[in-house]
């Protein structure tokens, strides 16, 4: 791993963002050498982006993509309550990021951290949904709007509680509550008791079958260890199969 002897923008440029920090084997390793990382001014980012814009510079897409490594970190720890593992939410993040950076325009008058917010919660929710315990968990519009927000949402219904000195020992949503949910988002309360069925764990099965769809679906069975596979083998393989298929140069 190459390392920064200082904070230098310049030095972030490099063809191979992912030779400057180490490897999600190492998680906390890459988390501390990713928050190290200087971040750009406004006219060192401008320059960049037109730079890989105008020229596909590669180096300065290196730069782009460094400065920004603790923006998928930050985002990426906003996912932690879905028991997904946090390496592979920062690796499905950083494939956001560098789709992020391929499509930036400079001249658009937006920062790169606010542009790339987008493409990095899109990416990690396409995990999510592809990966988690449950079956066909959202498959609607409506299901992922409340699949996404239903946990927040109870969350802030139970500080309003405490704060009113009411009760706050319930796991579920009141006839109020589930309404407020549906006004919100503009889906039926029905919908609501559904999902939250689900999140709450009423919806598991350990080994489902194939969708209507044909398309695959996962259950708890299919997590269980594999013995002939070392988990950080597994990880830092499929990061670099996931960088050289979506890396910068093809995004």
Same mark, same amino acid.
């Given at each position: 791993?190459t ?8 030095q972030?440029?490099?063809a191979?963002?992912?030779?400057m ?6 998680l906390d ?10 971040l750009l ?36 720890r ?16 950083n ?11 400079p001249d658009?008058?937006v920062?790169?951290?606010?542009y ?7 990416e990690?929710?396409e ?7 449950m ?7 409506a ?13 802030g219904?139970?500080?309003d509680a405490a !704060?009113a000195?009411?009760?706050?020992? &319930?796991?579920? +949503?009141?006839? %109020?509550? $589930? ?13 609501v008791i559904?999902?939250?069925t689900?999140l ?5 099965v ?26 950080? !083998?597994?990880?830092e393989?499929?990061? &670099?199969?996931? +960088?050289?298929? %979506?890396g $910068?140069?093809?995004?």
């Open positions: 791993m390392t920064l002897s200082g904070s230098s923008a310049n972030l440029a490099v191979n963002p992912w030779a920090v180490p490897s999600l084997g190492n390793a890459y988390i501390s050498a990713a928050n190290r990382l200087p001014t406004l006219e060192e980012e401008q320059g960049f982006a037109r730079r890989l814009r105008d020229h596909n510079d590669l180096e300065a897409a290196g730069a782009l993509i460094l400065s920004h490594l603790r923006l998928v970190i930050s985002i990426s906003q996912y932690l309550g879905y028991g997904l593992p946090h390496g592979d939410l920062i690796q499905e993040g494939v956001g990021l560098m789709k992020a950076v391929k499509r930036f325009d658009q008058g920062r790169l951290v606010s790339a917010m987008h493409w990095i919660k899109a990690i929710h995990y999510i949904l592809k990966n988690w315990r079956v066909k968990v959202a498959t609607t519009k299901q992922r709007k409340l699949f996404f927000n239903l946990r927040s949402m109870k969350q219904f139970k500080a !704060a000195d009411a009760e706050t020992h &319930r796991e579920t +949503l009141n006839t %109020d509550e $589930i309404g407020e949910v549906a006004r919100k988002l503009n889906v039926k309360p029905e919908e559904e999902m939250e689900r709450s764990g009423g919806d598991v350990l080994d489902p079958g194939p969708a209507d769809d044909g398309e695959d679906t996962y259950g708890p069975i299919a997590y269980l260890a594999d013995a002939s596979q070392e988990p950080t !083998a597994q990880l393989s499929r990061q &670099r199969d996931r +960088l050289s298929s %979506d $910068i140069a093809t995004a």
